[in-house]
């Protein structure tokens, strides 16, 4: 047996050190170092065993008949999208988030909707009794369907319990966290337990051919281990997130290896559960506020999907030395470049304004299409001039101050169109792209935008001159 040795391992992102030291270099996070026993690891993963004589095994070419990986759809149509089609046998999913958003709800629903078409679901709790899970149940309106509880945190025993009888379809094991095995010493929690518990699973789920679920909370304060250490074991990731005070949830896709990255899932939390929100521009948009300067629509694009979604800016004078500029939702760099290139290319002086800018819903924005409805906003509200409550905006704004063309346009066009908008702003390339009931405003340069806005502009009049 190896020596006892003593590790000091980040419970946040694994690295390990031979002593303890306040922050981690490698994640940068204060205080998640503690002491962990790295003897009995080292006995499960290699070292320490004698060797072993290996046996051959048969080599495979690529060009095989395996046709795409069969898919098994829960019929939430917001979750299998952002799973890529559905959940593909043998292989594990990561469900990360704070504690609190819905992780639980949302998992329970989808093992329930599996279990609905007669597929062996299983659900092992390690946070709750089966009873409240059964409560949980109840509220959802879902105890008739035979999904198969337990709660349980003993990998070793989870594993030969699934062993039996049919193979489940689903595994759900909620959380990661809680689960220990018998193969390390740490206690549960700890990164070395995660870590290993997760193997073991990961190890069923390939052998048997079950789709396994694990649920990972994301803390702050390092007490327990993140779910980032076992992200690169998993074949995908998901996201699951939510605003404080709002009530809908968005999933999204961090990894997947059987599936597109991009996509995201909205989800309605309700005293019934999580429901689906089918059209998620109506409801981004379903609080707005008609006529007021400093909002414009952006018609945005989240994987495949349109989503329109309300951008709010707010100019101010300001009373610091030097201006605020504070960024909810959206890129705080993008917002320095599009107000420079408002301030270099049009005239725009902001220097002595602070500068607000909110994603309406609490959404997150990460495409550069988004300048132009930024840039719109903060106009209007510079000019305390309100846009048209019927237009929407999407274009990238260059360095020079050109507004150029992004991709989906007729996809964006058409979702306005779609929502009773009557106007597009959009890059010049796009122009002739005309649907019935909604009009184009090609803008090839920022100071266009700003003179459409703000027609009889002194910084505009000389623009024009020159
Ligand atoms: P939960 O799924 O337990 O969160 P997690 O597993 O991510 O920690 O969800 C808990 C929250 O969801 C809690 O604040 C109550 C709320 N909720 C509803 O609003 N409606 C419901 O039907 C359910 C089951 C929960
Ligand atoms: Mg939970």
């Known amino acids: 047996m190896a020596k006892k040795t003593q590790e000091f391992v980040c419970q946040n992102c694994g690295a390990a050190y031979n002593r303890w030291q306040g922050k981690c270099d490698a994640c940068g996070e204060w205080n998640t170092i503690s002491e962990e026993n790295a003897a009995a690891e080292r006995v499960f993963s290699g070292p320490g065993r004698p060797p072993r004589k290996g046996k051959p095994f048969p080599l495979a070419p690529l060009a095989g008949e395996q046709k795409e990986a069969p898919r ?4 939430n149509g917001e979750f299998d999208r952002v799973a890529g089609g559905g959940l593909v046998p043998g292989s594990v999913l990561l469900v990360g988030g704070d504690p609190g958003i819905g992780k639980s709800t949302l998992l329970i629903q989808i093992a329930a909707a599996l279990a609905a078409a007669g597929h062996r679901a299983v659900y092992i709790t390690g946070e709750e009794s089966v009873a409240q899970v059964r409560l949980r149940a109840e509220r959802l309106g879902l105890t008739k369907i035979p999904v198969e509880l337990a709660a349980e945190t003993s990998v070793e025993d989870i594993i ?3 062993s039996q009888g049919k193979v489940p379809r689903l595994v759900v094991i909620d ?6 095995t018998d193969m390390v010493e740490s206690s549960p929690g700890t990164v070395t337990q995660v870590r290993a518990s997760a193997q073991l699973l990961i190890r069923f789920a390939k052998r048997a051919g079950a789709a396994v679920i694990l649920v990972g909370h994301v803390t702050k ?20 997130e939510g605003e404080g005070g709002h009530h809908f949830r968005i999933l999204r896709a961090v990894k997947n290896r059987f599936g597109p990255t991009d996509e995201i899932g909205v989800f309605e939390m309700t005293g019934g559960g999580l429901s689906e929100v089918s059209n998620p521009s109506a409801l981004f948009l379903s609080e707005r506020d008609l006529g007021a300067p400093g909002t414009a629509v952006f018609a945005g694009m989240e994987g495949t999907r349109p989503l329109l979604v309300e951008i709010q800016a707010l100019v101010a004078p300001t009373s610091l030395g030097t201006p605020r500029r504070a960024v909810v939702g959206w890129d705080p760099s993008r917002l320095a ?14 220097g002595g304004y602070d500068v607000y800018l909110n994603v309406a819903g609490g959404l997150r924005i990460a495409e550069p299409a988004a300048d132009l409805a930024a840039a719109a906003a903060l106009v209007s509200s510079l000019a305390k001039t309100p846009l048209p409550s019927d237009a929407v905006h999407f274009g990238e704004v260059s ?14 066009l058409k979702e306005a169109q779609k929502l009773g908008f009557a106007r597009a702003v ?9 649907r019935d009931g909604l009009a184009l405003a090609p803008v090839a340069s920022l100071a266009d935008l700003v003179a459409r806005i703000v027609p009889n502009r002194p910084a505009q009049r000389r623009e024009a001159k020159s």
């Open 160 to 162: 030969a319990t699934l």
């Open 175 to 180: 959380s990661i966290q809680t689960m220990w």
């Open 399 to 412: 360095l020079s101050g050109a507004v150029r063309p992004v991709s989906h346009a007729p996809a964006r």
């Open 72 to 75: 098994i759809a829960s019929k």
């Open 426 to 434: 959009v890059p010049d390339a796009t122009r002739g792209a005309e």
């Open 221 to 240: 304060d390092g007490q327990i281990a993140g779910p980032r250490v076992v992200e690169h074991m998993v074949d995908a990731v998901l996201s699951f």
């Open 337 to 350: 470049m599009v107000l420079a290139v408002l301030e270099a290319h049009c005239g725009v002086k902001l």
